[in-house]
């Protein structure tokens, strides 16, 4: 059985109804479903509840997409590589390096070498080519 005490009754002939000024709650109410406050007092319940409600705002080149992560050595390393393995190999033979097996795809031009080397690699530029072959060298790949 309902009461005859209800809010409504008791406020009824008051014009405002206990909520202030008159514009204040004509029409449209409280908007409830904006989810004001997730950047003011309401942003512990964001980091607590929903960390990811904000989101990331970015772009992803297609560029970066294609790009490989390729694992790359440079000509002037191979010099300090020959020398370690010169002790395992004989004065007149030239030393084989293979870096496919050391886990390299590519061999860069930089720095200098002096020694023969035989260079096993997937894929090289024409400066490491041309480098490698002034000192006496090769390169041998599935190019």
């Not at 960390?51 to 705002?57: L, Q």
């Not at 690699?121 to 390169?139: H, Q």
């Amino acid at each position: 059985m309902p009461h005859d005490l209800r809010k409504i009754r008791k406020k009824r002939g008051s014009r405002t109804c206990g909520y202030g000024r008159v514009g204040q709650h004509r029409k449209s109410g409280s908007k409830g479903e904006r989810r004001a406050g997730r950047h003011k007092h309401l942003w512990s319940w964001v980091l607590r509840y929903e960390p990811d409600y904000f989101g990331y705002k970015g772009f992803t080149s297609p560029k970066q997409l294609r790009r490989k992560n390729i694992k790359c050595i440079n000509v002037k390393e191979l010099e300090e590589i020959a020398l370690k393995m010169a002790t395992q190999v004989g004065e007149k033979e030239k030393i084989i390096i293979d870096l496919e097996a050391m886990g390299y795809l590519k061999l860069l031009g930089e720095g200098k070498i002096t020694m023969p080397v035989i260079v096993k690699v997937p894929s090289y530029t024409e400066e490491a080519l041309r480098k490698v072959r002034e000192a006496g060298g090769e390169i041998i790949s599935a190019k």
